[in-house]
Structures are given as C-alpha cells and as structure tokens.
C-alpha cells in the first residue's frame, strides 16, 4: 500500500478499511495537522453512527496537548435496520468524519472543565444536542466539506429503509440541506470578494 504510506497520517490511527476517507475528510482541517486523532470501530454507540470526543486522560492537559478518539460502529443500528460501514458511500462518509472533525474543532477551544460542562449537557439537553450538531455541520461546511454533509443528510433522509423516527432525528437536530446551501453560498460570497 505505498501510496497510503506516503500520505503519511502523522499522529493519527485510522482503520485500514477508511484511511482514504479519513483522508479527505482531514485535508480539509488543517489546523488539525497536529493533533493527535484515532479513528476507531466500537460496537453499540447509542443513537449514532460516529462520535467524537476528547481522550479522558487528556481532558485536562493543555488545549493544544488533548487527543481525540472518533467511534465509529462497523454495524449501525436504527430500529430493525442494520448498516454495515461497507454499505456506505464514500462521499457519505467522509461527510461524516467531516462532521465528526467539526465535533473537534468546537472541543479543541474548551478547557477541561469546558468539555466537563459540554458532555452534561450533551446528554440533559435536547437543545444543547441541536446547538453542538449545528455548530459540527457549520465547521465542515466552512472547510469546504459541504457537498459531503449534503450527501450525508441525502443518504439519510432519502433511505427507505430509515425509520421515520429516525430521519426526524436527524432532521430536528442537524442543519438541513437548505441552510447547508446558504452557507456555502455566503463562503463563495466571501470568496469573490
């Protein structure tokens, strides 16, 4: 696999089976370049396909000393429909490591005690769920990821075999494609100007 060696993923454990996602998705934060991330399968991550958090033993290290961990179940579960990650499109999943990336730049400005304070409220708050999914989706759409979270939300609310309990998860807590466009928009905007 030469090729993969000489992209040379420093500081970072990525599975064999989505190194290439895992790829495109963190070229597209380089600010991320230095910090450490490991991609890992876990079974039974409740009501998510990915989830990014900060190493524990590093919670309370210096900002630019943390790691992270972003989970990733090999089998997802949504009622009596189970995913594998093989059935995923490529460009859906990297719009979900984008995502999950997103997840790490909003932690990456949070001192320890921040990121304490995040996760309570993360797990006692609907709204505070929706403002934290936002804020994931608007860094991957403003580093250049927005037809990848587009594909995502695609491949999620147009999947027949999705609950609709589901996909009105997805729909109530995450931006929807129309607010998707708008930003991208306002970057090519920014841009001509």
């Given at each position: 696999?030469?090729?993969?060696?000489?992209?040379?993923?420093?500081?970072?454990?990525?599975?064999?089976?989505?190194?290439?996602?895992?790829?495109?998705?963190?070229?597209?934060?380089?600010?991320?370049?230095?910090?450490?991330?490991?991609?890992?399968?876990?079974?039974?991550?409740?009501?998510?396909?990915?989830?990014?958090?900060p190493k524990l033993g590093g919670l309370f290290k210096k900002r630019k000393n943390r790691s992270y961990i972003i989970y990733i179940n090999e089998k997802f579960r949504i009622e009596d429909?189970?995913?594998?990650?093989?059935?995923?499109?490529?460009?859906?999943?990297?719009g979900w490591l984008g995502h999950e990336l997103g997840h790490i730049m909003d932690y990456r400005d949070r001192?320890?005690?921040?990121?304490?304070?995040?996760?309570?409220?993360?797990?006692?708050?609907?709204?505070?769920?929706?403002?934290?999914?936002?804020?994931?989706?608007?860094?991957?759409?403003?580093?250049?990821?927005?037809?990848?979270?587009?594909?995502?939300?695609?491949?999620?609310?147009?999947?027949?075999?999705?609950?609709?309990?589901?996909?009105?998860?997805?729909?109530?807590?995450?931006?929807?494609?129309?607010?998707?466009?708008?930003?991208?928009?306002?970057?090519?905007?920014?841009?001509?100007?």
């Amino acid at each position: 696999m030469q090729q993969k060696d000489s992209l040379k993923f420093s500081n970072k454990i990525v599975p064999e089976s989505i190194w290439r996602e895992a790829y495109v998705a963190l070229g597209h934060y380089p600010e991320l370049k230095d910090t450490p991330i490991e991609f890992k399968f876990k079974k039974n991550i409740k009501k998510s396909f990915m989830q990014a958090q900060p190493k524990l033993g590093g919670l309370f290290k210096k900002r630019k000393n943390r790691s992270y961990i972003i989970y990733i179940n090999e089998k997802f579960r949504i009622e009596d429909e189970v995913f594998d990650l093989s059935k995923v499109p490529s460009d859906v999943l990297i719009g979900w490591l984008g995502h999950e990336l997103g997840h790490i730049m909003d932690y990456r400005d949070r001192t320890g005690a921040g990121l304490i304070w995040f996760g309570i409220k993360y797990v006692t708050s609907k709204n505070y769920i929706r403002e934290a999914e936002r804020i994931a989706d608007t860094y991957a759409v403003n580093h250049g990821l927005g037809d990848k979270i587009i594909a995502t939300k695609d491949f999620i609310l147009n999947h027949s075999h999705l609950s609709e309990n589901y996909k009105n998860r997805i729909q109530n807590l995450y931006l929807s494609q129309e607010e998707i466009m708008v930003l991208i928009d306002e970057i090519h905007e920014e841009v001509a100007h």
